[in-house]
Nanobody, 126 residues
Framework: QVQLVESGGGLVQAGGSLRLSCTASGRTISTYAMGWFRQAPGKEREFVAATNWNGDISSYADSVKGRFTISRDNAQNTVYLQMNSLKPEDTAVYYC???????????????????WGQGTQVTVSS
């Protein structure tokens, strides 16, 4: 079992930045692909970014490419999402997911993940 806890959300003005953290416990994340998803009210959970087990491959949703950066520190059992140039449409609850796989794959479907955190709210004001 892996427990994931997200932190770092909050209220920020458009154009601002936030860094989200996802800290794992129970097992090392060094054999897990990790991803960030978000869910706005009345919408489905959508893919934001993912990184493979050692962080040398990342993928992004088109809507955040060039603004968001996913990174990981396996020694600290933590994954980060640096969010710059935030827009009001980035407002959502952000979730961290873990997928047990040690390949070059960066899963983009929410159904592909084995574990989830409880989420952290990000609100971007205009």
């Amino acid at each position: 079992q892996v427990q994931l806890v997200e932190s770092g959300g909050g209220l920020v003005q458009a154009g601002g930045s936030l860094r989200l953290s996802c800290t794992a416990s129970g097992r090392t994340i060094s054999t897990y692909a990790m991803g960030w998803f978000r869910q706005a009210p009345g919408k489905e959970r959508e893919f934001v970014a993912a990184t493979n087990w050692n962080g040398d491959i990342s993928s992004y949703a088109d809507s955040v490419k060039g603004r968001f950066t996913i990174s990981r520190d396996n020694a600290q059992n933590t994954v980060y999402l640096q969010m710059n140039s935030l827009k009001p449409e980035d407002t959502a609850v952000y979730y961290c997911g873990a997928k047990l796989i040690k390949t070059r794959w960066t899963p983009r479907g929410a159904y592909e993940y084995d574990y989830w955190g409880q989420g952290t709210q990000v609100t971007v004001s205009s």
